[in-house]
């Protein structure tokens, strides 16, 4: 029986992914991320740093964007390479646990600072939640995020956060 699939990495790559907890887990201490609520004290879990998922693709240098799927729920959010790298955190792990629904698990995407990013494109809505796709794309691609204020605290309203 093959392993479930946790999350997948694909689009303008070198070396597609699909990767598991067991796959995420075993990433290299210095890949890990511990404790993600002293960047956001309202998150909980364990995840592993963008950089090092995206190594291990090597993004073609076409790639311009990191397209965020959230099948789940049918939310996408776009943003722009270069100003999440060094940002972005993929949890997914509470304890020794795979992250829980409760906590947008099984795979959530943080970025630990948005505001550090100098981009009107990196918000809070960035931080995808039931994440299950990376694509690297040349253009901006699918991006469902709310058009203005009140949809945004319409769509927050709803989900609750």
Not at 84 to 91: P, T
Request: charged content about 25%.
């Amino acid at each position: 029986m093959d392993k479930p699939l946790v999350l997948k990495l694909d689009g303008a790559v070198e070396h597609p992914l699909e990767l598991t907890f067991e796959d995420l887990a075993h990433l290299p201490e210095s890949a890990q991320v511990r404790d993600v609520s002293r960047f956001h004290p309202q998150r909980q879990g364990d995840g592993v740093v963008l950089e090092v998922l995206l190594a291990k693709v090597q993004p073609r240098p076409e790639a311009n964007y990191l397209t965020l799927h959230a099948d789940r729920d049918d939310f996408h959010v776009s943003v722009p390479l270069q100003a999440v790298r060094g940002e972005g955190i993929v949890v997914y792990r509470l304890g020794d646990q795979a992250l829980g629904l409760e906590h947008g698990g099984p795979i959530r995407f943080l970025i630990k600072d948005p505001a550090a990013c100098h981009t009107d494109e990196l918000d809070d809505c960035a931080n995808v939640k039931y994440l299950s796709r990376i694509e690297l794309t040349v253009r901006k691609s699918r991006d469902t995020r709310p058009a203005d204020e009140a949809a945004h605290a319409a769509l927050h309203a709803a989900q609750g956060n």
